[in-house]
């Protein structure tokens, strides 16, 4: 049979169902938002207001009671829950947090903006998620905070880098953008560090189309994320403070939610546990039928976790292919239809995930603020290729991820995405190799 990359027919040419989560009960709450006329009722001076209207306190209140957190902000982002985290974690110059070089690139400029350096830790072969002996060799006597991230929707390995954290007296800031409703033992991913940050913007689980919360245990944190979110140097006088230690990191910012995104998220974390039972179905489904193919090795799960899996990532070993991880992707895309919602063309498939963040022209320049390159010029801290080996493989050579996970892919648009890879895998002495 021909492949589709060399002239071929397609394996499917119909677009796969889109992941579309919004429905009726999403339009009623916009709806009723909007004819209140309410859309914001925030207030960045020292007012009951200052912590927002009836839909951001709902969702607060509803996401704090799901994730079993003492409190729970809602943000426009993850990215500026991150920033808050960090802000609120009383990270500043010449500090040092450790952070993983393979996730999106806010978990680690977090600590740029608060004028601390990132150092870059290794991950896991296994699970993709920082590795707690590399965190270990990072640890300087400058070192604040780590940043874990529950990868693809892999909790962290919580119990071995709480540990450490604890023993070094560090931080523990949790991006959990990627694993809403994954469960470390009893707990929920998000709840296992110090401060957790989920995000609902379009491309995760669930959306509001921008959006964030930030979760946390910690009174005294809580309240610095609050005012961080909301301009806190405008309240602080007529709030009052104890001393200058609490004026710290509390230049705020307007990380507002609106009351129309807090009204669909609030409908969208209803339907969380539904939308992950297909997913997780789909996974192992789909995990269990690709690794039949001998260069394809399945994603494996931490032992007493639940994964999330925001994407499924599975390992290529060209050693037993004979040619190169892309080279083989890029034909299996060619056999599959595009998906709809999505973009004209896209196949949800890609090789990779993204470049270590430490090789983007930010960290491999040293330049952030201004043309003394502030923060790295306070810095030793090295970025050069090479630094972190593992992520570099699986970028490089052997990770490739999917999302034909999302329902309502059903096991039979599952079996299509099966038989591209075997037809591939037949066929692939007829690829040209580079
Ligand atoms: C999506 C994502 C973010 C950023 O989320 P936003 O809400 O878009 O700011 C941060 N970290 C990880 C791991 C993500 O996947």
Known sequence: MKLAINGGGKTRTTPFPAYNTIGKEEEDAVLRVLRSG???????????????????????????????????????????????????AGISLGDEVIVSPYTMSASATAALVY???????????????????????????????????????QPYDADAINAIAKKHNL?????????????????????????GIFSLNYHKHIHSGEGGVIVTDNDNLADRLRLIRNHAEAVLDARGYKDKNELINMIGFNYRMTEIEAAIAREQLKRLNSLLKP??????????????????????????????????????????AGVERNTFINAVKAELPRTLLRDDSDVLMGCGYVKP??????????????????????????????????????????????????????????????????????????????
């Open 115 to 153: 004028g601390a350096v990132p150092v870059f830790a290794d991950i896991e072969e296994e699970y993709y998620c920082l590795d707690p002996k590399s965190i270990e060799s990072k640890i300087t006597n400058r070192t604040k905070a780590i940043i874990v991230v529950d990868i693809f929707g």
């Open 357 to 434: 963040l430490y090789l983007q022209p930010l960290y491999q320049e040293r330049i952030a603020f201004g043309k003394d390159g502030f923060p790295f010029n306070q810095s030793n801290v090295k970025y050069d290729k090479g630094l972190c080996p593992i992520t570099e493989s699986m970028y490089f050579e052997k990770l490739f991820t999917n999302e034909f996970i999302r329902p309502p892919m059903t096991k039979k648009d599952l079996d299509d995405v099966v038989k591209a890879f075997e037809k591939v895998w037949e066929n692939r002495k007829k690829l040209l190799t580079k």
């Open 38 to 88: 309410k859309l914001s009722t925030y207030l960045g001076t020292w007012h009951d207001d200052f912590y927002g209207g009836d839909e951001v306190r709902a969702l607060e209140r509803e996401w704090a009671e799901y994730s079993g957190s003492k409190h729970a902000i809602s943000v426009n982002s993850a990215t500026s829950g991150l920033y808050c985290a960090v802000g609120a």
């Open 279 to 320: 997913r997780l179905e789909n996974a192992k489904y789909l995990n269990e039928k690709l690794s039949q193919i001998p260069c394809i090795k399945p994603t494996k799960i931490r032992k007493n976790t639940t994964h999330a899996f925001y994407v499924h990532p599975l390992i290529f070993d060209q050693n037993i």
């Open 171 to 195: 931080i523990v800031i949790e991006d959990t953008a990627q694993a809403p409703g994954a469960k470390y033992k009893d707990r929920f991913a998000g709840t296992l560090g110090d401060i």
